[in-house]
């Protein structure tokens, strides 16, 4: 079956710091890879995707790129704020017809202390 | 804009009792979703709609279960007999027609008792 391993956290950096969050997947044929961020009192929102392996996602100085040959979907972030204090899920979805069901990792929680 | 909004956020009642869960989507938003989520299985798709359809209801894990979705603003998710097992957090999303949630409600935090 599908799994998504994300890097256990909690995960504490210092404001502009570099952000790596580890993730990998297992999966059969060709998924979909997705990471989604929920802030502290809010719902998950999807924060970037990507398709096809190779693919880079990105969004709000986020970016994380599709590598079929490692099976991951790493999250990375140059500098971050305090404001991206969040936890980060990773997720995929496979690519047949008829998939609707979305493997989520347990998440990563990050905090960014000024 | 308002987000994807749901109501109680929280619900405490006796097993047996019926619960019903209830969700309003963004608007213009055309997919919507019901997941559950507890510390041992994460996150699980219990149901997804497009244009008010079900698509996929192949994640409700038993008849006490059902879902519907009577217009384009509104959901209902109704345990009926509730267990303490159905204790749990559930989210719904919507999205505007992708086969994935773009954003999350804040959730209903359900204590079957």
């Known amino acids: 079956g599908n799994s998504v391993t994300q890097m256990e956290g909690p995960v504490t950096l210092s404001e502009e710091a570099f952000l790596t969050i580890n993730c990998t997947y297992t999966a059969t044929g060709y998924p979909s890879l997705f990471w989604y961020v929920q802030y502290p009192g809010e719902g998950l929102q999807l924060l970037l995707k990507?398709?096809?392996?190779?693919d880079k996602g990105s969004n709000k100085g986020f970016e994380a790129t599709y590598r079929k040959e490692t099976t991951s979907f790493h999250l990375e972030k140059g500098s971050v704020q305090v404001s991206d204090s969040a936890v980060y899920f990773c997720a995929l979805r496979d690519s047949g017809a008829g998939s609707y069901q979305l493997t989520f990792g347990k998440g990563t929680k990050l905090s960014v202390i000024p | 804009d308002a987000g994807v909004i749901q109501s109680p956020r929280h619900e405490v009642t006796e097993m047996g009792q019926e619960v019903t869960l209830r969700c309003k989507p963004i608007s213009g938003h055309n997919s919507l979703f019901w997941y559950r989520q507890t510390m041992m299985r994460g996150l699980e798709l219990l149901i997804y709609f497009n244009n008010n359809v079900p698509i996929d209801d192949s994640g409700m894990p038993e008849d006490r279960f059902s879902a519907k979705m009577p217009n384009a603003s509104f959901s209902t998710l109704k345990i009926q007999p509730s267990e303490p097992r159905d204790s749990a957090v559930y989210f719904c999303?919507?999205?505007?027609?992708?086969?994935?949630?773009?954003?999350f409600g804040d959730g209903t935090r359900l204590s079957i008792l």
């Open positions: 990507a398709t096809k392996a190779d």
């Open positions: 999303a919507s999205s505007p027609g992708t086969p994935q949630p773009q954003h």
